[in-house]
């Protein structure tokens, strides 16, 4: 059931939260939107879906003054509104939780809530009201959040609810978020979404812009579809399932489940003994033993903050550590940076974080993809100078093969997708045909349709004879990609379990706990 662009509006029906029509915008050549209609009932939940590049974030920044449209009409509640800026988008009520929080990390939470909203200049005042609105506003949305806590203390899901807070302390009706559980344990995404359902039951709005098909289908009342910057349809969420919803946001079957072959495991590749990482005096990584095989894919369950980062930073060089790390036979040095002696062992690294261990953001393209390579011959005029245009070339045939959207290799990381960028750091380690890829939250921020790409490279990598280390915070994926499960608490595995084991025993593992415990 179609319903949600300007032509489907009913004479009886009460004006839209939001009314988009006919939203044009481009950068360059480049049409990021094209002709979007929709319209989003007031007091529902309304899920926007498209693949990485489809345009979404693009919208969305349109209807809260980030960008200016360069066609088209803004209505909120029925009435025509400009939106210049993200403070007119504010005085309309509308609020907006971007996928990396803006927030002052060494602010207090009250602190954070009232910048930008002061009463005047005494703060003392700003503070007490703020204090007494913030504590009615945890109170009835369930957002539970100290507000003298510092930022920078609190985990990411909290951080979050801080962003939701700040919204709401502005007399926000309609809230969009944009990517809201890419950094959050599933415990706290399920936590998340009962807040939602909280603020759709008190009328509110809430806009979400996500890639992961089971949250719209469980907490969506409507769902819009883009595809290259295009609006391809809006359903009732009831009146449909995942693979439709794929289907419309490719414009092709896609195959949600991994399809892969039994793993065929042969000589040991990686070997680790009794590795402990210490940071700030605390222990993260306490006696952790395991190998890998070439040609299986062994991955870590856990929830995240558990010591998986630790131990793809030892791993990959970034992190010094103690014990012992055996590749291909021969011992890896645990003390200093290592990471370029990492990649000439054959190890590849596409790290949990993109944007802080993955790229440089500023930088173009091709000089993202050739960081850690530069030696490659094939990147080198003589000994003295890079050859530029073959990294240009190289990286274009990369973005190709990866379908990284737009292909332009001269363009900066920070201008692509959180999606496309994860293409790129994706095709520059898996085409070194390394001998062991550490591959960390390989999806995060990822659409479907890349999702199934990046899971095909990961299990050819495997077929090739190569062995994979996957961490992921997604139990699903780990369930479906791996051969071997490891499962980590407190810096330690818990057990080793096959990928069909029942999510309950797993659960009990990340936690901490065994059956007989």
């Known amino acids: 059931?179609?319903?949600?662009?300007?032509?489907?509006?009913?004479?009886?029906?009460?004006?839209?939260?939001?009314?988009?029509?006919?939203?044009?915008?481009?950068?360059?050549?480049?049409?990021?939107n094209r002709d979007i209609n929709i319209a989003v009932p007031k007091g529902t939940i309304h899920g926007i879906i498209g693949e990485n590049g489809a345009g979404k974030s693009t919208l969305m920044s349109i209807l809260y003054g980030f960008y200016k449209a360069d066609a088209g009409t803004i209505l909120i509640n029925g009435t025509e509104t400009a939106i210049p800026d993200s403070q007119s988008a504010i005085r309309a009520g509308i609020g907006m939780v971007f996928q990396h929080f803006k927030l002052v990390q060494n602010f207090t939470v009250l602190e954070n809530i009232i910048l930008g909203a002061e009463d005047g200049p005494l703060l003392n005042t700003s503070l007490a009201r703020a204090r007494k609105a913030l504590t009615d506003l945890s109170r009835e949305y369930d957002l539970d959040v100290d507000p003298d806590a510092v930022v920078e203390d609190l985990s990411v899901g909290h951080q979050q609810r801080v962003e939701i807070l700040k919204a709401l302390y502005r007399q926000a009706d309609i809230l969009i978020l944009d990517e809201p559980t890419g950094v959050l344990t599933p415990e706290e995404a399920d936590h998340l979404f009962r807040i939602l359902g909280g603020l759709r039951d008190q009328g509110k709005t809430v806009i979400l812009i996500t890639h992961k098909l089971r949250e719209i289908m469980e907490t969506t009342d409507n769902v819009s579809v883009m595809r290259r910057g295009t609006m391809v349809g809006t359903v009732k969420t009831a009146e449909t399932n995942p693979e439709q919803l794929a289907e419309l946001m490719v414009g092709r079957k896609v195959l949600l489940q991994v399809d892969k072959d039994a793993a065929n495991p042969g000589r040991e590749v990686l070997r680790v003994e009794d590795l402990r990482v210490t940071t700030d005096g605390v222990e993260r990584l306490k006696g952790v033993s395991f190998s890998i095989r070439a040609g299986e894919i062994v991955g870590i369950a856990g929830v995240a903050g558990n010591g998986q980062s630790e131990l793809l930073e030892a791993l990959g060089g970034i992190a010094e550590a103690r014990g012992r790390i055996v590749m291909n036979g021969a011992d890896l040095a645990l003390k200093?940076?290592?990471?370029?002696?990492?990649?000439?062992?054959?190890?590849?690294?596409?790290?949990?974080?993109?944007?802080?261990?993955?790229?440089?953001?500023?930088?173009?393209?091709?000089?993202?993809?050739?960081?850690?390579?530069?030696?490659?011959?094939?990147?080198?005029?003589?000994?003295?100078?890079m050859d530029n245009a073959a990294l240009r070339a190289d990286t274009e045939a990369k973005m190709a093969r990866f379908d990284v959207r737009p292909p332009i290799p001269t363009l900066a990381a920070k201008n692509f997708s959180g999606g496309n960028q994860q293409k790129i750091v994706v095709a520059r380690e898996i085409e070194r045909n390394p001998d062991l890829l550490l591959i960390g939250q390989p999806t995060r921020g990822v659409d479907i349709g890349a999702i199934e790409f990046i899971h095909k490279q990961i299990v050819a990598l495997r077929d090739a004879g190569k062995a994979v280390l996957l961490v992921s915070v997604e139990l699903d994926e780990i369930r479906s990609l791996s051969d071997r499960v490891l499962v980590m608490f407190d810096g330690q595995i818990m057990g080793e379990r096959p990928p069909q084991t029942d999510e309950r025993e797993l659960g009990l593992l990340m936690a901490g706990m065994t059956e007989k415990s």
């Open 1 to 32: 059931m179609s319903l949600g662009t300007s032509s489907g509006r009913q004479a009886t029906a009460a004006p839209f939260a939001i009314e988009l029509r006919g939203i044009s915008k481009s950068f360059g050549p480049v049409q990021a």
């Open 336 to 385: 200093g940076l290592n990471g370029q002696s990492r990649r000439e062992a054959g190890i590849a690294h596409v790290p949990e974080d993109r944007q802080v261990l993955g790229l440089i953001m500023d930088f173009a393209a091709w000089e993202n993809v050739g960081f850690g390579y530069h030696n490659d011959p094939k990147y080198q005029k003589n000994a003295v100078l």
